[in-house]
């Protein structure tokens, strides 16, 4: 009889030939998680309202507010807290407000912006790209940056595309740059429009002179056809795989998709179940594609009074952190006022988290039994918990490297390891 490792060397060679295109099409289809720093927010901003230096002014109106209501705020990240884990968190919020206060800026040509003609809207486009230009230079734009356009429906396709091109051309003409810049495709129904998308880009990147790939863009899941389509499939998973490389992340749309499916103004909510139930099929269809997801706003603004900013600043930390509690690791700001409350339930989120992330990873690092028994799936995941916490400003490198024994590096290695590698 055949030794078992003759006849175990001949099932590998049949099972590699007979698996092969299983093997491409899972790493393709599944590269895993995206390298590169996610913004903890985007901050929608309409192209009307849009100047080179609105970052910065962002920042200054933000720490403004948290100044006239501190003891407030105070109350608010630190209720069971000691004062001195409250005084860490409140300073690490400061010195972010001060230094980095927009992560990611959309300049926004759709919902945002109404009441505007076609002449208006080209010499917004024109506009906003040469400020955005002028603010790169002078380094005081947000780290990641793009533009919403109207959607790829019949009505309102020929505006976003002029939109588009002239945003386009006009920051590279004025010495701009897109790195880290996007593009948002709202209102999105069909896979159709995402290869319609695709198929934008490259033929823009050509014109342009760009290199393949340099245009990236985000599918806005705003309409329930977008989650399931009219054969009963999944839309928002074909949509996933048609953007392939170029499509960077999937954003909820709170108002637009609780309204589409019938929600009454008053309950509209990124904690409604309609919500909930869009979001966790995004989460399964995102999964391990490396698309990035991204929680919806609140409309509710911390303005007026100060009863009215604490609560309206009370709603805003609870849903940054039920969010984050539930692994979506950004979300959409409205107004400077929502940029204190979303950077301390971040910070919070992962402070709370970091003793226990530092000693599971440092137990599975040193292959030592400290009461939980890690998979290699959840040692990815404590490293990306680290990874984002540190990318953020809320943990220290060095704490990290303290505590469990790698560095940024390590911890990228790791929590981007394609499952199954």
């Excluded at 880290?180 to 129904?189: A, F, N, Q, R, S």
């Excluded at 979300?331 to 988290?353: E, N």
């Amino acid at each position: 009889m055949t030794g078992p490792d003759d006849i175990a060397a001949r099932l590998l060679a049949d099972l590699d030939e007979r698996l092969a295109p299983v093997d491409a099409e899972l790493a393709a289809d599944y590269p895993g998680e995206r390298p590169g720093r996610q913004p903890v927010h985007t901050v929608y901003v309409p192209a009307d309202r849009y100047e080179a230096g609105l970052v910065p002014s962002y920042g200054a109106a933000a720490l403004a507010l948290l100044d006239e209501h501190a003891d407030r705020f105070d109350r608010l990240v630190g209720a069971t807290a000691t004062r001195q884990w409250r005084d860490d968190l409140v300073a690490r919020v400061r010195a972010k407000l001060q230094t980095e206060p927009v992560e990611d800026l959309r300049i926004d040509f759709e919902d945002g912006y109404v009441g505007r003609s076609d002449a208006d809207e080209d010499d917004d486009a024109v506009r906003a790209a040469s400020d955005l230009a002028q603010s790169q230079e002078a380094r005081s734009a947000a780290p990641y940056g793009g533009i919403r356009v109207k959607c790829f429906e019949a009505a309102t396709r020929g505006r976003a595309i002029r939109t588009l091109t002239t945003f386009v051309t006009t920051l590279l003409d004025s010495g701009g740059t897109l790195d880290g810049w996007v593009v948002t495709l709202p209102k999105v129904t069909r896979v159709e429009q995402v290869e319609a998308m695709v198929h934008v880009c490259e033929v823009l990147e050509g014109e342009a002179g760009l290199a393949p790939g340099t245009l990236a863009f985000e599918v806005q899941v705003e309409t329930p056809q977008s989650i399931l389509g009219a054969d009963g499939a999944a839309t928002v998973a074909r949509m996933v795989h048609a953007g392939a490389a170029r499509l960077t992340g999937l954003h909820y749309g709170t108002y637009d998709y609780s309204a589409a499916a019938g929600i009454a103004a008053e309950q509209q909510s990124l904690e409604h179940p309609v919500a909930d139930h869009a979001k966790l099929v995004m989460q399964a269809a995102a999964a391990g594609t490396g698309v990035r997801l991204s929680d919806g706003s609140t409309n509710v603004l911390p303005v007026g009074d100060g009863d009215e900013v604490e609560a309206a600043w009370t709603l805003h930390h609870r849903l940054v952190r039920r969010s984050l509690d539930r692994g979506f690791y950004q979300g959409w700001d409205l107004h400077p006022g929502h940029l204190p409350t979303r950077y301390a339930a971040t910070y919070a989120f992962y402070r709370q988290g970091l003793p226990s992330a530092l000693e599971r990873l440092a137990a599975y690092t040193g292959d030592t039994m400290r009461g939980i028994a890690d998979e290699p799936a959840t040692a990815r995941a404590l490293a990306g918990f680290l990874l984002r916490g540190v990318q953020s400003g809320a943990v220290d490198e060095a704490e990290v490297l303290q505590g469990c024994g790698l560095d940024t590096e390590q911890l990228v290695a790791m929590s981007t390891r394609r499952v199954g590698a």
